[in-house]
């Protein structure tokens, strides 16, 4: 079993930056990949970033690409995602996604609100 708690949402004005960090616990050793998905009011959950536990290998929504960075720190069993140049778009409920042991753990969610 994997518990997450992320920590680090806010609010922040359009052109911010925040970073999020997501630290794992439990069957850490089992970590095959971490990342991001978020969720705005009235939309369904949409696929953020993602990077593998081994190699490092990163992946990204075309809608975050060049503007946030997903990283991780193996020693700390912690995933980051550093968010930069918010717009109002980027409000949404950001929940950090372990898959472990062919299971998938989800995180409680920490809320961005970017203003204009």
């Known amino acids: 079993q994997v518990q997450l708690v992320e920590s680090g949402g806010g609010l922040v004005q359009a052109g911010g930056s925040l970073r999020l960090s997501c630290a794992a616990s439990?069957?850490?050793?089992?970590?095959?990949?971490m990342g991001w998905f978020r969720q705005a009011p009235g939309k369904e959950r949409e696929f953020v970033a993602a990077?593998?536990?081994?190699?490092?290998?990163?992946f990204y929504s075309d809608s975050v690409k060049g503007r946030f960075t997903i990283s991780r720190d193996n020693a700390k069993n912690t995933v980051y995602l550093q968010l930069n140049s918010l717009k109002p778009d980027d409000t949404a409920v950001y929940y950090c996604?372990?898959?472990?042991?062919?299971?998938?753990?989800w995180g409680q969610g920490t809320q961005v609100t970017v203003s204009s």
């Open positions: 996604r372990c898959s472990s042991g062919g299971i998938e753990y």
């Open positions: 439990g069957r850490t050793f089992s970590i095959n990949n």
């Open positions: 990077i593998t536990w081994s190699g490092g290998n990163t």
